[in-house]
């Protein structure tokens, strides 16, 4: 297919209106030079006059009356393709957003999301999955809408919002015969503890300080995620070092309390993530905005 210019068709699409070159330009805003010219181009592309003077203006040849439609056709997808964006409107969408997020997110941020949803978003769904090395991927590959957690090592093409801070605290059962009202340095040493291994939590960060702090821990118990800590903890002598609002989630629905740390641990930032081919989206611009009034 030749190249073509798109203002051929508004000339084309204008001169069957009027019928006339002269209202056509008028109408376009383009000299009527240009117009005709236009025609010319037209004329030499369809290999057909198209237009021919009659006492009643311009009268368009059976080819451009077989043409007219799929002109305006054109001009149509052209013009809803350049439109600007339609609203969001989370009250009628039933739209599936994909959300992926730490296990201790599906405990502390979403019960508060879909209350939300359910009030000001009823049709809409949420679909999660769990942060993985395969997030990135998959945010930038419109898989997942949004990631919430911690991704300290995204690369370029990826935005970001901080919700919140995080820092760690050590779970406890309220009924340890060990420790009490505070935990010290020789306790944290010598209890036997609950390690997690989960991703976008930053997890990573305890082992490594205690490590430098030649304050290996104890562990006993090693899981995939922090699902099932709080009862162990709760049911057993081991503890766990935990983020703070996941400690603060359990204190109030297990048999277990939270303890400040003898030792400095490094805080982390919980943020959301997503990938700059959706970020002027207008539904996951939405999404985003509600996820940073609720948790920020």
């Given at each position: 297919?030749?190249?073509?210019?798109?203002?051929?068709?508004?000339?084309?699409?204008?001169?069957?209106?009027?019928?006339?070159?002269?209202?056509?330009?008028?109408?376009?805003?383009?000299?009527?030079?240009?117009?005709?010219?236009?025609?010319?181009?037209?004329?030499?592309?369809?290999?057909?006059?198209?237009?021919?003077?009659?006492?009643?203006?311009?009268?368009?040849?059976?080819?451009a009356e077989g043409a007219i439609g799929d002109?305006?056709?054109?001009?149509?997808?052209?013009?809803?393709?350049?439109?600007?964006?339609?609203?969001?409107?989370?009250?009628?969408?039933?739209?599936?957003?994909?959300?992926?997020?730490?296990?201790?997110?599906?405990?502390?941020?979403?019960?508060?999301?879909?209350?939300?949803?359910?009030?000001?978003?009823?049709?809409?769904?949420?679909?999660?999955?769990?942060?993985?090395?395969?997030?990135?991927?998959?945010?930038?590959?419109?898989?997942?809408?949004?990631?919430?957690?911690?991704?300290?090592?995204?690369?370029?093409?990826?935005?970001?919002?901080?919700?919140?801070?995080?820092?760690?605290?050590?779970?406890?059962?309220?009924?340890?015969?060990?420790?009490?009202?505070?935990?010290?340095?020789?306790?944290?040493?010598?209890?036997?503890?609950?390690?997690?291994?989960?991703?976008?939590?930053?997890?990573?960060?305890?082992?490594?300080?205690?490590?430098?702090?030649?304050?290996?821990?104890?562990?006993?118990?090693?899981?995939?995620?922090?699902?099932?800590?709080?009862?162990?903890?709760?049911?057993?002598?081991?503890?766990?070092?935990?983020?703070?609002?996941?400690?603060?989630?359990?204190?109030?629905?297990?048999?277990?309390?939270?303890?400040?740390?003898?030792?400095?641990?490094?805080?982390?930032?919980?943020?959301?993530?997503?990938?700059?081919?959706?970020?002027?989206?207008?539904?996951?611009?939405?999404?985003?905005?509600?996820?940073?009034?609720?948790?920020?």
């Open positions: 297919m030749k190249r073509f210019d798109i203002e051929l068709l508004l000339i084309f699409d204008e001169i069957y209106k009027t019928r006339n070159v002269t209202r056509a330009a008028a109408n376009l805003g383009l000299p009527q030079s240009t117009v005709s010219l236009g025609l010319g181009k037209l004329r030499e592309h369809f290999n057909d006059r198209l237009f021919s003077r009659t006492a009643r203006g311009m009268a368009p040849t059976p080819r002109v305006r056709r054109a001009l149509q997808a052209l013009q809803h393709a350049l439109a600007d964006q339609p609203a969001f409107d989370p009250a009628g969408s039933t739209r599936a957003f994909h959300i992926c997020v730490t296990d201790i997110s599906e405990i502390v941020l979403l019960p508060r999301l879909l209350n939300h949803l359910r009030e000001h978003a009823p049709s809409v769904r949420i679909e999660v999955t769990k942060i993985s090395p395969d997030s990135p991927a998959e945010l930038s590959d419109g898989t997942v809408d949004l990631a919430i957690g911690f991704m300290p090592h995204l690369e370029a093409g990826f935005y970001q919002q901080k919700l919140f801070d995080q820092h760690f605290v050590c779970l406890v059962s309220n009924r340890h015969p060990r420790v009490r009202e505070a935990l010290s340095v020789a306790a944290l040493q010598a209890e036997q503890h609950v390690r997690v291994s989960s991703s976008g939590t930053g997890h990573a960060i305890v082992d490594k300080t205690l490590g430098e702090l030649g304050m290996p821990r104890n562990v006993a118990l090693q899981v995939p995620s922090f699902l099932g800590v709080a009862r162990i903890v709760a049911q057993t002598e081991l503890v766990a070092i935990v983020p703070y609002r996941y400690g603060a989630a359990m204190a109030g629905s297990e048999d277990v309390r939270m303890l400040p740390l003898p030792v400095d641990l490094p805080s982390f930032q919980v943020k959301q993530h997503w990938h700059e081919r959706y970020h002027e989206d207008a539904s996951n611009r939405w999404l985003r905005q509600v996820v940073a009034t609720l948790f920020t």
